[in-house]
C-alpha cells in the first residue's frame, strides 16, 4: 500500500503520505517542522515580553496577558519546541547509527509524534478561545487550582495529551536501542548521540509519569471538584510542587542529554579524533541520569522543607557538576591536538562550551540552599536556567541540524550564511541574558509584569531587549538559510564531513529501508574502520535479500485527533454538561481506532531482493 | 516467503511470545511501560499517603474499610493472576483450546472482583455519603483506588477481545506476543493491588 503512495507525487498524495507515515525519517521531518513553528511562536512571546520590559512602567501589554505570555513562552519552549526538535534529531540519526532500518515501534512513533502535535494544538487553542493558561510554566497550586477562566485547563489537557506522545516516544527508543542494533554495534561501540538519547529515553520514561498523575491531580481539581490542593478541606497544595519537579528536574536532563551527545560526535569528528575518554563519557552520561532523579527539591528550597531535607538536595545537585565536568573536560580533551574544522556545526559547538560552563557554575551557586534564599524567584534564576536551555539546547540544537542537515534533508546547509547567522544570536544570547544576573543581584523579582524608574533597572533592561532582537535576527538568517540551501544548494554526498559513524555510510538522504544489507560493526566509530582500512562503505553482515517494512497508518492521527476532540468536551463540560458529548465523540474516536488497530493484522510488507539490486546498485 | 509460513510454522518454538523480532520489541516494550505504571502509581500513593490523614466527620480509613470485603476480593484478584499463568503455560504447550479455557477463567475473575469494587464505592456513598469531593482522604482514595479499577477494566476488555479475535484461526506468532504482554498487564494490576491492600486497607485499619 505506501509503495504505490510514495511513488506518486500530488500535493495531496504528499499530505495523505506524511500524515499516514511510519518512516521514522518522515516522522523526524514532521517533528522537526512542527517543533520549529512553536519555536517561532514561542520566540515571538519572548520578543512581546522583552519589549514590556524594555523601559519602565511600560504599557506595551496588560499585567494579564504579561502573564499567559511568560506562561505560553515557557510551555511552549520546553514542551513544544525543545522536546520535539529533539524527538526530530533522535527520529532522524538514532536508527542509522545503530544500524537499523527502522524503530521498534514504527507505528507508536507516528502517534507519539501526532499526539504531541494535537496536544500543542490544544494548548494554543486557547489564545483564541478567552484566555490562554495564566499561572506560570510551572502552574503552582493554588494558583493554578483557582485560577479563573478556562486557561489552566487548556494546559492541563494540552500536556497531558503531549506528555503522552512523549513517554511512547522514550519507550520506542529504549526498545530500538536495546533490540535493534545491527551486529557488532555493542553498547560500548554505540555513538555518544545514541547512549544519551537511550539514557534521555529512560528519563523520560520514569520522570513523564509524574506530570501525569499531577496533571490529573490538577484536572480533577478544576473540573470534578476534588480537594487534592484545596487547603480548606484537608488538600496540600505542596504535593503539586513534588510532582512537578520529580517530573521537571529529570525534564531538565531529558533537554541537555542528546545535544551533550550531538557535541559529542560534532566534536569528535570535525577534530578527526576519536571522543576523548569515550567510556567516562558514557559513564558520566549515566550518572547525570541516575543522580537528576535526586535533585528535585532544590527547585523548592524556600518551601520550608526543613534544613535537613533542604541540605541533602544541595549535596546531590552540586554533586551532578562532578560527570558534567567530565564531560566538558573530555570535549576539551577531544579538541586538544585535533586538526580542527571550523565548520558552523563546530562553532556552535564551541560557543556552547564557555555559555554552558556559565550556566552550570550558576547552578551550583543556585544549588546552595543557603544562598538559593537570595536568589530565589529573581532574574539571576531565569540567567540561569537560559545559560543552560539556550546555550545547552538551543545552541546544540543549532549544531545538531547544521551537522545532520544533509542527513535528513540530502543538502548541505550553506556555511557562509550558517556564520552569519551564528554571531547575532550568539552575541545577543550574552546580552540578554547575562546582564539579567545582576538584575536579579540587584533585587527584579521574575515573572513582574513592570518596574518603577529610578532602581537602577531600566539600563539593564533595555540592553537585555536589544539582545532578545539580535537572537530573532540569527533565527532568521537560519530560517533563510534553510530556503536558500533548499533552491540554491547541489545534493550533497553520502559523507561531507568525512564522518565517522554509520550514518553517513548511508546516501544523504538515505532510501526508506536504510540499509540494503544490515552493516556489520567491527569497533568504535565503525565507518572511520573502514576508511582507515582502505575500504568505501561498511561490511555487510548478511547476503543481499528482502526487507521487511512496516504499513504506513492513518490510525494515530485519528487517536490523537480523538483525544483533541475529547479534551475540548473535559474543559467545558463545567460550564455545560452538553460538553460531556465531545468527551464521548473524542473518546470514542480513540478507542474505535485502539480497537481497529488490535483486529486488524498489520503485517506489513515485503521489498523484494530483485527490487533492491534495480534500485541503483552503482552507488555502492 | 509469505507472511502465513512465518508465523505458522510447522513446529511452534518453545517460546512462541518471543520467536519474532516484533514478539521480542513487544517484550521488552511492555516491561518498560510497566516501569512507568510503576512511577504512576508510586505517585498516586505517595499523593494519597500524605492525604489519608486529611478526613471530615466520621468518615475515617478505620470506621469505612471492612476486611472482610476486602479479603474477597484480594483473593478474587490473586487467583486469576495464577489461571492467567496457566494460560500462559498452555500457551507454551501450544494449547490454545485449554489457554482460552483459563483466560476465560481469569476474565471471569477479574469481573467478580470489579463487581465488589463498584459494590464498595456504591456502599461508601450512599450508606456514609463518603465521596471523591467530601474530603483531601475521599479525593485521594478513589483516584488511587480508581486508577487501578480503571486499569482492570481496562484489561479485562484486552484479554476479551484477544480471546475473541483469535478464536478461529488459534495460536501463532503474531498473537503470541499479544497474549502474553496481556498476562504480564495482569500480574502487574495484581502487585498494585497487594500493594493498595496493605496501605490503603491495612493501614488503614490498623496504622
Redesign the interface.
Known sequence: MSNAIVQQRGIGAMIWDYITTVDHKKIAHLYLVAGGLFFLIGGLEALIIRIQLMQPDSNFISAGLYNEMITMHGTTMIFLAAMPLIFALMNAVVPLQIGARDV??PFLNSLGFWLFLFGGLLLNVSWFTGGAPDAGWTNYAPLSSTSPGHGVDYYVMGLQIAGAGT?IGG??F??TI???RAPGMTYMRMPLFTWTTFITSVLI??????L???L??MM??RM?????F?VT????AI?WE??FW?FGHPEVYILILPVFGAFSDIFSTFSKKRLFGYSAMVFATVLIGFLGFMVWAHHMFTVGLGPIANSIFAVSTMAIAVPTGIKIFNWLFTMWGGSIKLSVAMLWALGFIPTFTIGGMTGVMLGSAAADYQYHDTYFVVAHFHYVIVGGTVFGLFAAMHYWWPKMFGKVLNEKLGHLGFWPFFIGFHLTFFIQHFLGLMGMPRRYWTYFEGQGLATGNLISTIGAFLMAIGTLVFLYNVVYTAIKEPKASADPWDGRTLEWSLPSAPPFYNFKQTPLVRGLDPLWIEKMEGRKGITPAEPLG?IHMPNGSILPFLMSMGLFIAGFGFIYQVDNKLWFIAVAVGMGLFFASM?TR??K?D??YHIHKEDLIEKGDGKE | MSHDDVLNPKHMPHDPEKATLEGKNKFVGFWMFLGGETVLFASLFGTYLALSGSTSGDNTPENLFGLELVFIMTMLLLTSSLTSVYAMYHMKNHDFKKMQLWLGVTVLLGLGFLGCEIYEFYHYIHEYGFTFRSSAFGSGFYTLVGFHGGHVLFGLFWITSLMIRNQKRGLNLYNAPKFYISSLYWHFIDVVWVFIFTVVYLLGKVG
Open positions: 521498534a515501534f513517554l519507550i520506542n529504549l526498545v536495546i533490540n535493534m520514561l520514569f520522570a513523564f509519569p509524574a501525569t498523575v499531577g490529573f491531580l480533577f481539581d470534578f471538584g476534588s480537594a487534592f484545596d478541606a484537608g488538600g496540600n504535593i513534588h510532582l520529580i528482502d480497537f488490535s483486529f493484522d503485517l506489513g
